[in-house]
Every structure is written in structure tokens, then in C-alpha cells.
């Protein structure tokens, strides 16, 4: 592997690591009476941020590297579920996370603008929902690299 | 008060992200049943997941574009976006239950 490719890999893992901590702080926070829109926008934003620097290092990392590389390893290896189902979930699944936290993000500032009860808790379902979306790709994650 | 700019375009990315969810819960069953399809994913994006991530955004943008043009005359109240986040994530959620369904299936079925 290069060092362009390492560092690309983990780019693509601690940013999505600390994306899907964002995800927990807004899930935990929008649980408050009154919550700080001003603090929870702005993690909202970076969290949408994160996840779509995430994206952008994992496609250069898989298009050029895992599919030659890593993918006929895990085939052939002891644990082929690694590749043909939590791979192939984990890669797909993703896709919906960069829109919908970047529509969080969006919420989040409507309420910092104008608070209101029945958007909060819409936007603290949307949070979990993408927390739990993220924590699955990341654990997915760990399976597929303990398949190799 | 005017509305910010995010009353204005949230409600366009609600929708285009709720829409978005759905396309990609069809669209990746569909690409992996329909070689044909995949095959010209890969031919045009270089790699089929590529082509995927690249027509969600492509589908992702042009709707938010759209729903933007068409409601910017209209006042969102905010409990009406939260219905419409509510569904975002309702959608969201099954679109990601759809999918892992589908490979779940695809793997050990």
C-alpha cells in the first residue's frame, strides 16, 4: 500500500469515527429541554462535513486498492462473509449517511433560528437513526478488516 | 422576521434527502439484479459503486434544486418541517433496513 493510500484509509476511518461521535453528542444533546442550537448546528455541520470527507477517502481507497488487493484475500480466507455480506452492506448502506446528516445539519440551524418542539424531536430521531446507520458501517468496518 | 436562509431551502433538502434514500434503496437492488445496468455503471463511473454514489448525488442536487425553485414562495411553519424530517427519517431508516435486507439475503439465502 502507499503512503498516499494509507493515509487516504485513515482519513476515511477517523473521520467517520469521530462523525459518528458527533452523531451520539446531537442524539444525547437533542434530549434536553433546551437544548444550544448554536453548538449543535455547528456539530451538525461538521459532522456532515466529516462524512463526506469520509466518502470522498474511502471511494479513492476502494476503487483503486481494496477490490485487487484486499476483496480475493478475504474470499479466500476463513471468513468470506467479510467481503459478500458486510462489505458489500457497509459500502452500500453508507450512501444514505452523506444526505441524511447533511439534512440534519440543515434542521439544526432552522432551530437555532427558530426553535420549535415537534422539529427538535424529528431531528433527534434523524440523529439516531443515522447514529445507528453509522455505528453498523463502522463495526462492519472492523469485521472486514479481521477477515483479511 | 424573514425566514433564514435554511427555512428556505430546508424544507427542498428534507425532501430531496427522503427521495434520495428511497432512489438508492431501489436503485442498488436494481443494479446488482440487472447486469446489464452494472455494466454500464462501471463502464461510465469506472467502478458500479462510484456510478451509484455519483447518481445519488446527481439526484440528490437536481431535486433540492427543483423544490427549492418551486416552494421559494412558500412559508414552511416549522412544525410542518418536522413532519417532513419525521418522514425523512422514517424513509431513511427503511431504506437502510431495505438494503442490508437485500444483502443479508444475497449472502446467506
Same mark, same amino acid.
Given at each position: 500500500m502507499t503512503p498516499l %493510500?494509507?493515509?487516504?484509509?485513515?482519513?476515511?476511518?477517523?473521520?467517520?469515527?469521530?462523525?459518528?461521535?458527533?452523531? =451520539?453528542?446531537?442524539?444525547?444533546h437533542l434530549l434536553k429541554r433546551t437544548p444550544n442550537f448554536v453548538?449543535?448546528?455547528?456539530?451538525? +455541520?461538521?459532522?456532515? %462535513? %466529516?462524512? +463526506?470527507?469520509? +466518502?470522498?477517502?474511502?471511494?479513492?481507497? =476502494?476503487?483503486?486498492? =481494496?477490490?485487487?488487493?484486499?476483496?480475493?484475500r478475504i474470499l479466500e480466507g476463513t471468513y468470506p462473509a467479510g467481503h459478500i455480506f458486510f462489505m458489500e452492506a457497509k459500502e452500500h448502506v453508507f450512501l444514505v449517511l452523506p444526505f441524511a446528516v447533511l439534512s440534519l445539519a440543515v434542521a439544526l440551524s432552522m432551530l437555532?433560528?427558530?426553535?420549535?418542539?415537534?422539529?427538535?424531536?424529528a431531528a433527534q430521531m434523524l440523529a439516531f437513526v443515522c %447514529?445507528?446507520?453509522?455505528?453498523?458501517?463502522?463495526?462492519?468496518?472492523?469485521?472486514v478488516s479481521g477477515s483479511v | 422576521m424573514? /425566514?433564514?436562509?435554511?427555512?428556505?431551502?430546508?424544507p427542498a433538502v428534507h425532501s430531496a434527502a427522503l427521495l434520495?434514500?428511497?432512489? #438508492? $434503496? !431501489?436503485?442498488? /437492488?436494481?443494479? *446488482? *439484479?440487472? /447486469? #446489464?445496468?452494472?455494466?454500464?455503471?462501471?463502464?461510465?463511473?469506472?467502478?458500479?459503486?462510484? !456510478?451509484? !454514489? $455519483? #447518481?445519488?448525488? #446527481?439526484?440528490?442536487?437536481f431535486l433540492s434544486i427543483i423544490f427549492s425553485a418551486l416552494w421559494r414562495n412558500k412559508k414552511w411553519e416549522p412544525r410542518a418541517i418536522g413532519r417532513l424530517v419525521a418522514a425523512e427519517t422514517l424513509l431513511v431508516g427503511l431504506s437502510a433496513l431495505t438494503l442490508l435486507g437485500y444483502f443479508f439475503q444475497h449472502a446467506f439465502l
Open positions: %493510500l494509507a493515509t487516504l484509509l485513515i482519513t476515511h476511518v477517523i473521520a467517520g469515527i469521530i462523525a459518528i461521535s458527533m452523531l =451520539y453528542v446531537l442524539s444525547i453548538f449543535l448546528s455547528r456539530i451538525g +455541520w461538521t459532522a456532515a %462535513l %466529516l462524512f +463526506w470527507l469520509s +466518502w470522498a477517502t474511502s471511494a479513492y481507497y =476502494y476503487v483503486t486498492y =481494496y477490490g485487487k488487493a484486499v476483496k480475493p437555532r433560528r427558530t426553535p420549535d418542539e415537534k422539529l427538535k424531536r %447514529l445507528v446507520i453509522g455505528t453498523f458501517t463502522a463495526a462492519a468496518g472492523i469485521i | 424573514q /425566514p433564514s436562509f435554511f427555512q428556505k431551502i430546508g434520495t434514500a428511497v432512489f #438508492l $434503496a !431501489g436503485l442498488i /437492488p436494481y443494479a *446488482e *439484479e440487472t /447486469p #446489464l445496468f452494472k455494466n454500464w455503471l462501471k463502464a461510465t463511473f469506472t467502478h458500479h459503486w462510484l !456510478g451509484k !454514489g $455519483a #447518481l445519488a448525488l #446527481l439526484v440528490f442536487f
